[in-house]
């Protein structure tokens, strides 16, 4: 079947055929959170910057639950679907749809509730604070949407469908920008505007993405009928989606942790930050996709046995992500001044300048860290060895979130990005240790 060629064509085909449209796609759901913090920066203020930048240390943290459940999910997809256990498949799925609708009307009224005291304990300047709530506020009650979104998205990749997302995503994200632009300077709605345009463009991404996966489901017959729900399934979702949440999740709870830090340092700091962060967020996009799309490879080739052809593609990866970090490094370490002004102007302080500036040019030389450390995690995420990689896991958020507040204070700003680049080696060296003994075959 030519929807199996992760189990059939050369590891570096497939590997790139997969990736291509996940990293294309991830870009652009990355530029249409970007485009938000460039409207309100160009349009609106440097304050108003300041407060999506404040927000999305928060916001990041649902969104890689949602991202980290749907990859999660997708390797019980992927192995039924590599053996051809159509039945089971399609009952993993509708329990994990099920589930996480659930858990995504949970977090979005505690979000509701709590937005504003969390960022408040995160010590956000007061000058932002109110703006940062309203954002939150607003986003919250589309936590439905983006939950339903990437757990689809994950499902049609789990199928070799990375096509569908991509589009979806292009589609979502054009729409987003022309909102953006229309709420803010047209509407002159600020904060709120973008906030608004995002929950409009996720909503209607979301209701496509169910009609077209109800139609991709009709090409896999079963003949046995099939409930709603399995508490065996959800068991064993549980086991890889949990871990995998934690790993998706320990960058953004780390980063929200950490913001605390950044924080104190004042809102111009925060805006220079936020910025370089939003572009850190796009460097990070092939490195993850890398990650997610050896997890669905190593599910589908042990699903049919083929044991060889993951050890095959895990160090066709490193080439991969190889040739992804030389590029970014020489994209940062030419072009860092103008990415900084696109979101600042020309108007931008110079204290946030130097700050997203000095950010983006010490990183740029370590994006090959995080891309050995995601693909090494996929792998073993994708066998269900979970126990060793949330050891990583923890270990690298424990790193960044330790020195940003030892160190930072007495040092300065600059620690907090240091503590990055340490965090994901000692993340990589672990689950790699953990790889070699060998686990993720049993």
């Not at 990293?23 to 959170?33: A, E, K, P, R």
């Not at 044991?307 to 020489?330: H, M, P, S």
């Not at 949330?390 to 620690?415: C, D, E, K, Q």
Request: with cysteine; glycine share 8%.
């Amino acid at each position: 079947m030519k929807k199996e060629y992760l189990i059939q064509e050369k590891p570096l085909k497939a590997l790139l055929i997969f990736a291509f449209p996940m990293i294309i796609g991830n870009l652009f759901q990355q530029f249409y959170t970007m485009v938000d913090s460039i409207v309100v920066g160009r349009f609106v203020s440097e304050n108003a910057l300041a407060a999506i930048g404040a927000s999305y240390s928060l916001t990041t943290v649902f969104i890689s639950i949602a991202i980290g459940g749907g990859v999660g999910a997708s390797v019980i997809t992927s192995r039924y679907f590599g053996a051809r256990e159509y039945r089971n498949m399609k009952l993993s799925i509708r329990t994990a749809l099920l589930s996480f609708l659930i858990l995504s009307f949970l977090l979005g009224t505690f979000g509701q509730i709590f937005s504003k005291k969390i960022m408040a304990a995160l010590n956000t300047p007061e000058n932002i604070l109110d703006q940062a709530a309203e954002y939150l506020t607003i986003y919250f009650l589309g936590l439905p949407f983006l939950f339903m979104y990437n757990i689809l998205s994950a499902m049609f990749n789990a199928l070799g469908r990375s096509k569908i997302p991509l589009f979806l995503l292009i589609f979502s994200s054009i729409f987003n920008i022309l909102l953006d632009i229309f709420m803010v300077k047209n509407l002159h709605m600020g904060v709120a505007g973008v906030a608004w345009a995002t929950l409009i463009a996720q909503g209607i991404s979301a209701i496509f993405a169910f009609l077209l996966f109800l139609k991709e489901m009709s090409h896999y017959p079963s003949k046995e009928s099939y409930g709603w729900f399995s508490t065996m399934e959800f068991s064993n979702m549980a086991q890889i989606a949990l871990p995998s949440i934690l790993q998706q999740s320990t960058v953004s709870i780390g980063m929200m942790l950490v913001q605390s830090v950044v924080n104190s340092f004042g809102s111009e700091m925060l805006a220079g930050f936020s910025a370089a962060m939003r572009i850190e967020s796009i460097c990070v996009v092939p490195m993850a996709a890398m990650g997610n799309v050896l997890s669905s490879y190593t599910a589908q080739n042990i699903g049919a046995g083929q044991y060889n052809r993951v050890k095959e593609g895990y160090y066709t990866g490193y080439g991969i992500v190889a040739f992804f970090a030389l590029l970014l490094c020489l994209w940062l370490e030419i072009f860092y001044m103008p990415l900084i002004q696109m979101f600042l102007g020309e108007d931008g302080t110079v204290l946030a300048i130097q700050t997203g500036t000095g950010y983006l040019r010490f990183m740029g030389w370590f994006f090959i860290l995080i891309g050995l450390k995601m693909i090494t995690d996929g792998v073993l995420r994708g066998s269900g060895d979970m126990k060793m990689f949330t050891i990583a896991n923890l270990v690298n958020l424990g790193i960044r979130v330790v020195v940003a507040f030892l160190f930072a204070p007495i040092y300065g700003i600059s620690m907090v990005w240091i503590a990055v680049p340490i965090g994901w080696l000692a993340n990589y060296l672990i689950s790699f240790a953990e790889y070699k003994t060998g686990k993720w075959k049993a």
